[in-house]
């Protein structure tokens, strides 16, 4: 009598510690068991891969998935490198890559905007304390998208540096400034059409007085749901509501649920698609995208 098989997902993650968040998010998408490996960076990756592709065999391969995670975007892209060099036909199973959920949360941060806004082409962005994973991939994003990014740090030198290095990647216009002050958040936010705020959690990037400085017009949004959030009289479930007067703004738990609908879903995918498929940001944009289009 044939044995059942188990839908089994192997999570990489170059942390040491695999994130209960991740785990938990694949059990909810319907995988039989998580096997979390913590550490792992590209040398390790290429033997645990080798270990999963030929012990359930070509016909195993559909039944068997890899996330990649961790919290260093590039170390989790080497590791997802390593993995898809070390899989060959008919050795390959399904991956995904969203380090420290920093993917899929920029991508539903920046869907909401866009979806908001009607496009984001020929618009500004500005991202206060966007030096992090989720600022760094929601800065690309927008430029994907065609907006002009505007990155904020509290260190001059550094922010610069990043920009210089994202307007490489992405071929568009990407600039740092420094926004360690009230006084200079006023002076480049003043023509940005949206505002991302995707700094650390409790920490408020934006004040009351730099709202009421503002022209308004303006979409602002957050990441932040631990009190208080990155933007003042922004509550996390707020979903366009103005937080002063013209001024529009999109909570932390409104970009958690769409983040949390794109997760499921790439999981899902991963779980059950009869070819192998790899799923990065991008296709995480055209699930948000997609997902937005039917609301």
Avoid: W
């Avoid at 592709?53 to 391969?61: D, T």
């Amino acid at each position: 009598m044939a044995t059942e098989r188990k839908h089994l997902l192997y999570f990489l993650t170059t942390e040491t510690q695999p994130s209960p968040f991740d785990i938990n998010m694949a059990y909810d998408a319907g995988f039989h068991a998580v096997i979390p490996y913590g550490g792992v960076n590209e040398e390790s990756a290429v033997l645990l891969v080798q270990d999963i592709i030929f012990s359930r065999g070509p016909k195993g391969a559909k039944f068997s998935a890899l996330f990649i995670g961790g919290n260093d975007i590039d170390s989790a892209e080497r590791v997802r490198q390593a993995a898809a060099k070390s899989m060959f036909p008919p050795f390959q199973v399904s991956m995904m890559i969203d380090p420290k959920g920093s993917y899929t949360t920029a991508v539903a941060l920046v869907a909401k905007a866009e979806k908001a806004l009607g496009g984001l082409r020929g618009k500004q962005v500005a991202i206060p304390g966007g030096t992090g994973p989720v600022g760094i991939v929601a800065a690309t994003l927008c430029v994907k998208l065609g907006a002009e990014v505007i990155i904020g740090s509290r260190q001059l030198s550094g922010v610069e540096r990043l920009a210089q290095r994202l307007s490489a990647q992405t071929g568009g216009s990407v600039k740092g400034a420094a926004m360690a002050t009230d006084e200079d958040k006023i002076s480049h936010l003043r023509s940005a059409d949206v505002i991302l705020t995707t700094g650390k959690a409790g920490i408020q990037m934006i004040s009351e007085a730099v709202l009421n400085a503002l022209p308004s017009g303006k979409l602002v949004a957050d990441v932040n749901a631990v009190p208080p959030t990155g933007i003042h009289n922004l509550a996390p479930n707020d979903d366009l509501k103005e937080v002063v007067p013209g001024i529009r703004g999109i909570g932390a738990l409104a970009v958690g649920v769409l983040k949390y609908d794109v997760e499921i879903e790439m999981l899902e995918t991963i779980r059950t698609s009869e070819k192998f498929v790899v799923l990065d940001e991008n296709q995480a944009l055209e699930i948000a995208q997609r997902r937005l289009s039917v609301r």
